[in-house]
């Protein structure tokens, strides 16, 4: 526990003298949201119908954008080679960098998200679906696209086989996800969706770590 | 200490080590010469179990690698070609990190170890912009840290200065003579003080 604690606080500061990280995936976010309605149509009653849809589809590519880079820097530098010639457990190490990729990311489109809903004209019985959506489905997000950045991180140009390795992995958080939004913005009980997204986080909580870790062994050894 | 058996790594259809066997004992330093390309990192690599591309033994202590890993990592101090040093945190954050990744190097001494490499008054400068040579210093203070018993450095003394090179030389004699041991590669004549090296030829083990 000591050891998780000091491994995300190092990635938080690290994360903190590098703003742009942050900024990069709200800032993609925001983009998809303000461009979209000048793109297709600004009518309200089609906004608010695509809502659900969009604005997830807009989290689930900020998440896929910035999660290349979550083992990169750490490669470049040698400082993954010491990780893992580490006494200590590279699960845990593995599990805060996951956890403070989703505090950059998944965190805060999901607080940043009814800005955007507003924008869509969302019904305001859907808000607190979507909040919660991604709280609950972007986690998932984190943790499968670490799978994927430990897989690439050794090749020069991991960015586009991540996207074709992880994407699949990602459809049935989206489908889930813009499901909930959908279900809450009409008034239905969502508690269902909730549960499968809740469900598809713990089995990637409990499973990815091994993937990651070993993904990373795979990188650095060969 | 550490005994390899049998080596056998193969690079990019070129064999670098067939039927090599090395075995390093307490108190001695091993450095392994070789042109460039003749595998010298590669070989601590493996020793260090960072590379998987061979086939053979490495044992620790007399058990082999893959069962005693944990206790082979709590014992063993490794620095690479890339100092694992971030640019964007100071020298006292990157030493910070490094003592929670590595539980031999001793907590209460950071300030001690920052000036002992000549970085006193540069703790709270972010390291990349300190010099190539500093940044490596801040790599190599973790030896002033260690109570590891086995060192594997990789060109611990590149960028360094002069001066640099002879307080580490002094650093691995007083590592040698309580016990412990180093393997490292460098092009530079070694000379530890009381001390003699054992060279190991890495272009006499390559079959040509």
């Given at each position: ?222 | ?121 540069f703790e709270d400068v972010p390291c990349h912009s300190l010099s190539a040579g500093q940044q490596r210093r801040v790599g190599l203070a973790r030896l002033y840290l260690s109570s590891a018993p086995l060192w594997i450095l990789d060109e611990p ?16 004699a007083n590592h040698i003579h309580k016990g412990g041991s180093v393997i490292l590669t460098t092009h530079h004549d070694l000379m530890i003080p009381g001390q003699t090296v054992r060279p190991i030829n890495l272009d006499e083990v390559a079959v040509?």
């Open positions: 526990m000591r050891f998780f604690i000091a491994a995300l606080k190092r990635d938080l500061l690290l994360v903190f003298r590098h703003r742009n990280d942050i900024i990069n995936p709200l800032a993609f976010f925001m983009m998809v949201a303000v461009l979209f309605p000048l793109g297709v149509s600004p009518d309200p009653t089609f906004l608010s119908e695509v809502a659900a849809g969009v604005i997830w589809v807009a989290a689930l590519l900020a998440c896929l954008l910035s999660v290349d880079g979550i083992f990169r820097g750490d490669y470049e530098d040698g400082s993954l080679e010491q990780m893992l010639v580490s006494s200590e457990s590279l699960l845990v190490l593995v599990l805060a960098k996951v956890l403070s990729h989703w505090l950059i990311s998944g965190f805060c489109l999901a607080i940043i998200s009814p800005l955007v809903a507003m924008m869509f004209f969302l019904p305001e019985q859907g808000y607190p679906a979507l909040i919660l959506s991604l709280l609950l489905g972007t986690p998932t997000l984190s943790l499968m696209g670490a799978i994927g950045a430990g897989l690439t991180v050794g090749l020069r140009k991991g960015g586009v086989l991540i996207s074709l390795l992880v994407l699949p992995l990602y459809i049935p958080v989206l489908i889930f996800g813009a499901g909930t939004v959908q279900a809450g913005a009409m008034g239905l009980p969502i508690q269902g969706y909730l549960a499968l997204l809740g469900a598809i986080l713990v089995l990637s909580l409990m499973l990815a770590p091994f993937a990651i870790a070993a993904a990373l062994k795979i990188s650095v050894r060969s | 200490m550490l005994e390899v058996k049998n080596l056998f790594c193969e690079r990019d259809e070129r064999v670098l080590f067939a039927d090599f066997s090395l075995q390093i004992n307490a108190a001695e330093v091993v450095q392994i010469i070789g042109q460039n390309g003749s595998g010298k990192t590669t070989l601590l690599r493996i020793l260090c179990g960072l590379s998987d591309a061979y086939t053979g033994n490495i044992l620790w202590q007399g058990i082999d690698l893959d069962e005693v890993r944990e206790e082979y990592y709590q014992a063993m101090l490794f620095v690479g070609h890339l100092a694992g040093v971030k640019g964007s945190l100071t020298a006292e954050e990157n030493l910070h990190w490094m003592m929670q990744l590595d539980k031999s190097l001793d907590k209460c001494s950071i300030a001690e170890a920052l000036k002992q490499v000549g970085l006193f008054g003394f590149t960028a360094l200065d002069k001066k640099g090179v002879k307080e580490k030389e002094a650093l691995i040509a």
